[in-house]
C-alpha cells in the first residue's frame, strides 16, 4: 500500500508561481512513474504531467506545456510540480498519482493516488 499526501496548494494571483509536492510512502518510490492530474469544479480530471521512474522522461498536457515543470527527488519519495505564469483556467484540485509505466499513467490509470491540493488563480 502506498500513501501519497500532496502540499503546496492555495491561492495565487495571475501570472504567478507555485510549487506543489507529493510525498510517497509505504512502497518503493524510485519503481513508480509519477504524474499529476487536475479536476476543476463539473469537469472530469485530465492529466497535466508524468515523469518516468528515473526521472529521464517527461511528459506534459499541451495547456500547461512550457508553464509547468515535473521533476522527482528518489531520495526524498517526492514528486514536484512547478507551476508558472498560472492562469485562472489552472484553477482545479491537483492530485498526484502512481503507475509502473508511465505510458499508463498518462491516460489517467494510476494505481495509487493522493487526496488532492486546491490550486485557486485569481484574475
Known amino acids: 500500500q502506498v500513501l501519497l499526501v500532496e502540499s503546496g496548494g492555495g491561492l495565487v494571483q495571475a501570472g504567478g508561481s507555485l510549487r506543489l509536492s507529493c510525498t510517497a510512502s509505504?512502497?518503493?518510490?524510485?519503481?513508480?512513474?509519477m504524474g499529476w492530474f487536475r479536476q476543476a469544479p463539473g469537469k472530469e480530471r485530465e492529466f497535466v504531467a508524468v515523469?518516468?521512474?528515473?526521472?529521464?522522461?517527461?511528459y506534459y498536457a499541451d495547456s500547461v506545456k512550457g508553464r509547468f515543470t515535473i521533476s522527482r527527488d528518489n531520495a526524498k519519495n517526492t514528486v514536484y510540480l512547478q507551476m508558472n505564469r498560472l492562469r485562472p483556467e489552472d484553477t482545479a484540485a491537483y492530485f498526484c498519482a502512481s503507475n509502473f509505466g508511465a505510458d499508463k499513467l498518462r491516460t489517467g490509470v494510476g494505481d495509487y493516488w493522493g487526496q488532492g491540493t486546491q490550486v485557486t488563480v485569481s484574475s
Open positions: 509505504g512502497g518503493t518510490f524510485s519503481m513508480y512513474s
Open positions: 515523469i518516468s521512474r528515473s526521472a529521464t522522461t517527461t
